[in-house]
């Protein structure tokens, strides 16, 4: 059955930074593309970043570029999203989810984590 | 980025009755769109995806239609367990857009 469990969301300061996890199973992790994807109070889905397979390639919104960075450790089964200088529009569930299969990333997701919250404020 | 504008924002139908869900793309994505059902404090779950096809599990009462930028997701006859919010997905141009969802709610 394949798994994905995130960890590592919380209450952080505007300006602060935080790291969440995303461990997998279930499924031949190091060959999929994988995904960042999050959802604001209240509102609609946002996809955030994408790392391919071996993480040799990653591509990020507009809107986290140069302040999120994904990176991978496929002996672990294990994606991670680092986030520096937080904002309080960064407040979201943020949902860690596979690619189904496309091999240039431009993907649907076909499965989920049950999401983490990260909320910045003061 | 391409644009996706879901209608209607909601749709108050019965149990057993047809619940059909536009999604319009501001530019063609030839047929590289998928949908999406979430429930309140759960993930999206992927229901249809390439326009038609149904994902892994996903009952025959969902369908998808559409090409270009005119897609429709029809469920044929509503079950409880259907009224959610629905998304679309576009894979054509990244980075891959949703729109804002239809909530489907009971009558």
């Known amino acids: 059955e394949v798994q994905l469990v995130e960890s590592g969301g919380g209450l952080v300061q505007p300006g602060g930074s935080l790291r969440v996890s995303c461990e997998a199973s279930?499924?031949?992790?190091?060959?999929?593309?994988m995904h960042w994807v999050r959802q604001a109070p209240g509102k609609g889905l946002v996809w955030v970043s994408r790392?391919?397979?071996?993480?040799?390639?990653?591509t990020y919104a507009d809107s986290v570029k140069g302040r999120f960075t994904i990176f991978r450790d496929n002996a672990k089964n294990t994606m991670y999203l680092q986030m520096n200088s937080l904002r309080a529009e960064d407040t979201a569930v943020y949902y860690c989810?596979?690619?189904?299969?496309?091999?240039?990333?431009?993907?649907?997701?076909?499965?989920w984590g049950q999401g983490i919250v990260v909320t910045v404020s003061s | 980025e391409i644009v996706l504008t879901q209608s209607p924002a909601t749709l108050s139908l019965s149990p057993g009755e047809r619940a059909t869900l536009s999604c319009r793309a501001s530019?063609?994505?030839?047929?590289?769109l998928a949908w999406y059902q979430q429930k309140p404090g759960q993930a999206p779950r992927l229901l249809i995806y390439?326009?038609?096809n149904r994902a892994t599990g996903i009952p025959a009462r969902f369908s998808g239609s559409g090409s270009g930028t005119d897609f429709t997701l029809t469920i044929s006859s509503l079950e409880p367990e259907d009224f959610a919010v629905y998304y679309c997905?576009?894979?054509?141009?990244?980075?891959?857009?949703f729109g804002q969802g239809t909530k489907v709610e009971i009558k």
């Open positions: 279930g499924f031949t992790f190091s060959s999929y593309w």
């Open positions: 997905q576009q894979r054509s141009n990244w980075p891959g857009t």
């Open positions: 530019q063609s994505v030839s047929s590289y």
């Open positions: 989810a596979r690619g189904r299969g496309s091999y240039y990333g431009n993907d649907y997701f076909d499965y």
């Open positions: 790392i391919n397979s071996d993480g040799s390639s990653t």
């Open positions: 390439e326009v038609s």
